[in-house]
């Protein structure tokens, strides 16, 4: 099997890697790939920009390759998924239709809505001054977005009526383009964040295991928010009866609401939940892909070849399929460069990743360039990932091979994973 993985960070270096490990993929082509890609053995690097859909049609038809897997949202919401399907082509991820659930947070809402799925109360406002009236009426903490896809930045979770106030003015003036002509004002949820992350064939929907990702730079999630400091799954406290509910109370209405709206959709329905105090999780964002840097954790547990559930959604035989996991834990601790994310600089030497790969820990890298030696060329450049038998030892060989890893004014986070170290563990039941 020949399979193309359109995307070029540490979630594709991570896909293209398990896909490798079964024998029946002969060849894993990355678009445009990363340095980790780059040294991959049966992987190649293709340069083709993943929004130039004609050109990777045609790549794809004169390699002969059987399956396109799509990492990131962006040419999901183009469109990437239409174009290639029209062309006979097998494409793991949704179409535009479907990839709304992630490119627009108002149309999200509505859909949960109209399902009954539990969700933030939100209101959309397309104006400026009705967003600044309404809010005035709103509780505090309260939460702006931007509607549309805002490479992870949409998002204020604002303490002050001033803090709203210029989230809702940055937004409409501009900040984030087309896609802040639309903000919803979202009601505060409080409580433990989750990532499920479920693959699903249109038919037929099932969950990974729950994972949790880092989103502020700053160690006790201070800071700016980034698009993923640390990962770790399954997460302790998530019982069995809780996965349960989110089958049935949120997964499940989501692909019947979709299938009500006419979207076959085949591919990863990522729903970020927060399991308020109470114990009952609501959605506070859907995306429609896998997570980054969730997939590395959750592919480093993964015991049944991907390319056999990637192609049982693409070719909807899911509820044939069982997906099988490791025992224990993984953890992944992401090093950025110094001042992610804000400005920083690329193009420092990086050493280190061969002593870091020691039994039980995989480097998958993310913003890394591979020149004369590897580089960095990104914020976050690599994601040090570590399995163990308990979830301390994961983060302990996590941090083990982190400590190997040199650049200049490299920076991670040294708390991953102790927010659920630190919760008593949920009782089954
Ligand atoms: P998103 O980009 O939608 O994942 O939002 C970024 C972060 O903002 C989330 O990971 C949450 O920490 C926070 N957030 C978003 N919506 C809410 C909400 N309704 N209540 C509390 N926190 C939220
Ligand atoms: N880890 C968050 C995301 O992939 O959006």
Not at 268 to 292: K, S, W
Request: hydrophobic share 40%; net charge negative; charged share 15%.
């Amino acid at each position: 099997m020949k399979i193309l993985v359109v995307g070029s960070g540490g979630r594709e270096h991570a896909l293209a890697w398990k896909l490798l490990q079964s024998a029946a993929v002969h060849q894993v082509y990355c678009l445009p790939g990363n340095g980790g890609t780059a040294s991959l053995a049966h992987c190649q690097n293709v340069p083709i920009a993943d929004q130039d859909f004609d050109a990777i049609g045609h790549f794809v038809q004169t390699q002969g390759i059987d399956l396109v897997v799509v990492g990131p949202e962006l040419p999901l919401a183009m469109g990437i998924t239409d174009t290639l399907q029209a062309q006979g082509i097998r494409v793991f991820g949704p179409t535009q239709a479907g990839a709304q659930l992630e490119a627009s947070k108002t149309w999200a809402k509505d859909l949960m809505t109209e399902a009954g799925i539990p969700t933030a109360r939100a209101q959309a406002f397309t104006d400026a001054a009705a967003a600044q009236t309404y809010l005035q009426t709103q509780r505090l903490p309260v939460v702006i977005k931007a509607d549309g896809l805002a490479a992870g930045k949409g998002v204020t979770v604002a303490p002050s009526l001033e803090t709203a106030h210029q989230a809702i003015e940055e937004a409409f003036a501009g900040k984030f383009g087309i896609a802040g002509q639309q903000v919803l004002i979202e009601e505060f949820l409080m409580g433990q964040e989750v990532s499920v992350l479920a693959l699903t064939d249109g038919l037929t929907i099932k969950p990974l295991l729950p994972a949790q990702d880092h989103k502020p730079i700053g160690e006790g999630d201070t800071g700016a928010n980034t698009g993923g400091m640390g990962a770790y799954a399954p997460v302790p406290w998530v019982s069995t009866a809780l996965m349960s509910r989110i089958q049935s109370e949120i997964l499940e209405p989501t692909l019947q609401a979709l299938q009500r709206a006419q979207i076959d959709y085949r591919g990863v329905i990522y729903a970020g939940l927060i399991i308020t105090p109470t114990g009952d999780p609501q959605v506070i964002e859907f995306n429609c892909r896998f997570g980054d840097p969730e997939t590395q954790v959750l592919l480093a547990l993964l015991d049944s070849p991907l390319e056999d559930l990637l192609w049982a959604c693409v070719n909807q035989h899911l509820a044939q399929t069982s997906v099988r996991w490791k025992p224990g834990f993984a953890a992944g601790v992401v090093i950025a460069a110094g001042g992610y994310p804000g400005p920083y600089q690329t193009g420092h030497p990086i050493t280190g990743i061969d002593q870091a790969e020691v039994q039980g820990v995989t480097v998958f890298h993310a913003g890394t360039r591979q020149e004369e030696q590897l580089v960095t060329s990104g914020g976050r450049v690599l994601a040090v990932t570590g399995r163990g038998e308990t979830l301390p030892l994961a983060l302990k060989q996590a941090y083990r091979g982190i400590a190997a890893i040199q650049f200049q004014d490299c920076y991670c986070r040294q708390d991953i994973g102790q927010r659920s170290l630190n919760l008593v563990p949920v009782e089954e039941g």
